[in-house]
């Protein structure tokens, strides 16, 4: 299958520690992009990294792409109760489709 | 800017029957991307139309079609509905004329129940 995955499927944590979420593939890749759902809503574009990048940030937001493990990290930082949601990695191949991990559930306690 | 519209937002309809669902992308932007997103296969990937083109396909029956106008207002249908066509269908709107290469702004979704 050429979908991502994701690890952990689901994390909970308390309101102000840090989350960290990985998702690996197995092509190669031209991007990788990380998004948020919240309860069966619409996908929010949170951050878009290239394959030639290493390393991006945004407000809390920290994400780390390694290309020759085939995977990427997303580090939110101070977590907050807003944060709960479902959190989808998804890349572009040579195949120019947005393909999607099956997601993760995180639960930000207050 | 005004986000994704999708219409309907809800939908139920019976086995046998087709269904036409309609997307309005962000002002200015070009590419519209359709996903199905279902609890058992997550995120799946229908097609995506760029200047009225379908630019990229995924592995969906041929019951499954859209189309996209010349003001890049996109449309899909899904013909002789089955109870596994229950899902969130999720538009996308991109800026960007490379496809894949640019982030996607989704709209809310139209949740269909085939009964």
């Known amino acids: 299958s050429q979908q991502g995955e994701e690890d952990p499927q689901a994390l909970s944590i308390q309101e102000g520690e840090n989350a960290t979420m990985n998702c690996s593939y197995k092509?190669?890749?031209?991007?990788l992009q990380w998004y948020r759902q919240n309860s069966g809503r619409g996908l929010v574009h949170l951050i878009l990294?290239?394959?030639?990048?290493r390393e991006k940030h945004s407000g809390r937001l920290r994400v780390t792409l390694d290309t020759s493990k085939k995977s990427s990290s997303l580090l939110i930082t101070a977590s907050r109760a807003a944060d709960t949601a479902s959190y989808f990695c998804?890349?572009?191949?040579?195949?120019?489709?947005?393909?999607f991990g099956k997601g993760i559930t995180l639960s930000v306690r207050p | 800017k005004a986000g994704v519209t999708q219409t309907p937002r809800y939908l139920i309809k019976t086995r046998g029957q087709q269904v036409t669902l309609s997307c309005s992308p962000i002002s200015g932007h070009r590419s519209v991307s359709w996903y199905q997103q279902t609890p058992g296969q997550g995120l799946q990937f229908l097609f995506e139309y760029f200047s009225e083109t379908q630019r990229n396909k995924g592995n969906f029956p041929g019951r499954f079609s859209g189309r996209q106008f010349s003001n890049s207002r996109s449309e899909m249908n899904v013909s002789t509905l089955e109870l596994g066509d229950s899902a969130l269908y999720l538009c996308?709107?991109?800026?960007?004329?490379?496809?894949?290469?640019?982030?996607?702004?989704f709209g809310p979704g139209t949740r269909l129940t085939v009964t």
């Open positions: 092509t190669s890749i031209n991007n």
């Open positions: 998804a890349f572009t191949g040579a195949n120019s489709k947005l393909t």
């Open positions: 990294i290239r394959s030639n990048e």
């Open positions: 996308a709107s991109s800026g960007g004329e490379l496809a894949g290469f640019y982030e996607q702004y």
